[in-house]
C-alpha cells in the first residue's frame, strides 16, 4: 500500500488571510440571511393577524331577519335615526383602522380621522416630511383593499418650521 501525501496549510503560507476573509465574508452572507428571515417571518405574522381579524369581521356581519310589523311615521322616524346610530357603531373600524396604520409610514403623521358614515367617506388631515411622503401615502392607501378613490383636497408647506412639513387634507372612501 502507498502512503498518502497530504499537504496542509502551515504558518509560513503566503495568502494566510484569505481565510480571514472568506470566513468574514461567510459570516456577514449567514447574518444577512438570518435578517432577511427575521423580516419574512414578521411580515407573515402581520398578514396571518390581518386575515384572521378579517375573518372574524366577516363572521359578525351575519345578523338574523326578524318579522315585519305595522310602523306608524313616529316609529318610522326612530327607527330611522336607530338605524343610522347603528351604521356608525357598525363600521368597520378595526379594519379602516389597521389599513390606515398600514398605510402609514415613518414620514407621515396622522392629526385626524373624521368618518362620514352617510357618504362612506373618510376625512384623513395630518403632515408629511415632504411631498414625495404624501404622494407615496396616497398610493398606500389606494393599494388598500378597504379604501377607494383617495385624493388630496389640500396641502400646504409650513414655512414657519426649519424643516418645512406640508400639512395636508385627504379625502377617501372605504368599501365593505
Not at 310602523?71 to 336607530?82: F, G, S, Y
Not at 398606500?140 to 385624493?151: G, K, L, S
Request: charged share 25%; proline share 3%.
Amino acid at each position: 500500500m502507498h502512503d498518502l501525501k497530504l499537504k496542509f496549510p502551515y504558518i509560513t503560507q503566503q495568502a494566510r488571510y484569505i481565510d480571514y476573509i472568506l470566513l468574514g465574508l461567510g459570516s456577514m452572507i449567514f447574518i444577512a440571511c438570518f435578517y432577511q428571515l427575521k423580516l419574512v417571518m414578521e411580515e407573515t405574522a402581520h398578514w396571518e393577524t390581518r386575515i384572521d381579524r378579517l375573518e372574524q369581521q366577516q363572521q359578525h356581519k351575519k345578523t338574523p331577519r326578524t318579522a315585519v310589523a305595522r310602523i306608524t311615521q313616529e316609529t318610522q322616524k326612530e327607527l330611522n335615526q336607530a338605524k343610522e346610530v347603528l351604521q356608525q357603531i357598525n363600521l368597520p373600524w378595526e379594519a379602516l383602522f389597521d389599513s390606515l396604520e398600514y398605510a402609514v409610514n415613518k414620514e407621515i403623521a396622522l392629526l385626524s380621522v373624521q368618518p362620514n358614515v352617510a357618504n362612506r367617506a373618510i376625512r384623513v388631515a395630518g403632515e408629511a416630511r415632504n411631498l414625495v411622503a404624501l404622494t407615496d401615502f396616497v398610493e398606500a392607501i389606494e393599494r388598500e383593499e378597504v379604501f377607494e378613490n383617495a385624493y388630496v383636497i389640500n396641502y400646504k408647506v409650513k414655512q414657519e418650521n426649519p424643516h418645512r412639513p406640508i400639512a395636508f387634507s385627504l379625502i377617501t372612501t372605504w368599501i365593505d
